[in-house]
């Protein structure tokens, strides 16, 4: 048998019938917010059309904390933009399976876009992980208007990695025209010409004995970029 609950102080106090009014109160933020972390349902549009009227400046943040900081930023307020990189990265060092993973394309940096006029830099920096904003002379600068839309226009979808990226090495990974080294197989050593990738293979131009010159499919694990 359950033991009863009991309440040193009284039963606690019954929560407020759930009304069309304060339900739309509870749903309803106390401040503007503003998250442009790039998403891929994010329309370039979109982006856009929410950036616009803000000045925007580039703050230094905690190393590898781009988006915590990102997350305190919009909780504070403000907008925000992380341009972001999407790479095959390995999902334990004991798989071999690969997975999307996003990272910050500027390690370090994030955007936070401000109503005009002058932040509130004081508060801003008592904020964890936020340690500078970018300026010249230690005076904040916002960046240009035309170079926040260039950046989104270029990084809005984020930048995505080439499938076949999934089945290279991480951190050796190659392109149509880069020379690559055979890491295992008859030819294990040999460095040669990529001339086309197709999947998980690639096609290698081979330069055999006598100048015979022959093209060769080999898999992509079996492949790095040439030092």
């Known amino acids: 048998?359950?033991?009863?609950?009991w309440y040193p102080k009284g039963l606690p106090e019954a929560k407020p019938a759930l009304t069309p009014e304060n339900?739309?109160?509870?749903?309803?933020?106390?401040?503007?917010?503003?998250?442009?972390r790039p998403r891929k349902d994010h329309t370039l549009a979109e982006l856009l059309k929410l950036a616009e009227g803000l000045e925007w400046y580039g703050l230094l943040v905690t190393a590898q904390k781009e988006?915590?900081?990102?997350?305190?930023?919009?909780?504070?307020?403000?907008?925000?933009?992380?341009?972001?990189?999407?790479?095959?990265?390995r999902r334990s060092k004991y798989s071999k399976a690969k997975e999307v993973k996003t990272y910050?394309?500027?390690?370090?940096y994030i955007f936070a876009g401000f109503k005009p006029?002058?932040?509130?830099?004081?508060?801003?920096?008592?904020?964890?992980?936020?340690?500078a904003a970018v300026g010249i002379n230690g005076t904040p600068k916002p960046v240009?208007?035309?170079?926040?839309?260039?950046?989104?226009?270029?990084?809005?979808?984020?930048?995505?990695?080439?499938?076949?990226?999934?089945?290279?090495?991480?951190h050796h990974e190659f392109a149509a025209g880069d020379e690559v080294?055979?890491?295992g197989g008859p030819f294990s050593g040999w460095k040669v010409p990529v001339k086309?990738?197709?999947?998980?293979?690639?096609?290698?131009?081979?330069?055999?004995?006598?100048?015979?010159?022959?093209?060769?499919?080999?898999?992509?694990?079996?492949l790095e970029a040439a030092e």
């Not at 048998?1 to 609950?5: I, N, Q």
């Not at 915590?68 to 925000?80: C, D, P, S």
């Not at 006029?117 to 340690?131: K, Y």
């Not at 690639?202 to 080999?218: P, R, W, Y």
Request: proline share 8%; net charge positive; with cysteine.
């Open 144 to 170: 240009p208007t035309v170079a926040m839309a260039q950046l989104l226009r270029k990084t809005g979808g984020g930048l995505s990695a080439p499938d076949a990226h999934r089945f290279m090495k991480t």
């Open 181 to 183: 080294e055979v890491t």
């Open 104 to 108: 910050a394309v500027a390690p370090r």
């Open 23 to 36: 339900a739309e109160a509870k749903r309803r933020p106390s401040r503007s917010r503003l998250h442009l």
């Open 67 to 89: 988006f915590a900081a990102q997350v305190i930023l919009e909780r504070y307020g403000l907008a925000t933009y992380v341009p972001c990189r999407h790479e095959w990265r």
């Open 117 to 131: 006029g002058t932040p509130l830099w004081f508060d801003l920096f008592n904020l964890p992980l936020i340690h």
């Open 1 to 5: 048998m359950r033991k009863p609950r």
């Open 196 to 222: 086309e990738i197709n999947g998980g293979t690639a096609t290698v131009i081979v330069q055999l004995f006598g100048g015979a010159v022959e093209t060769l499919d080999l898999p992509l694990e079996l």
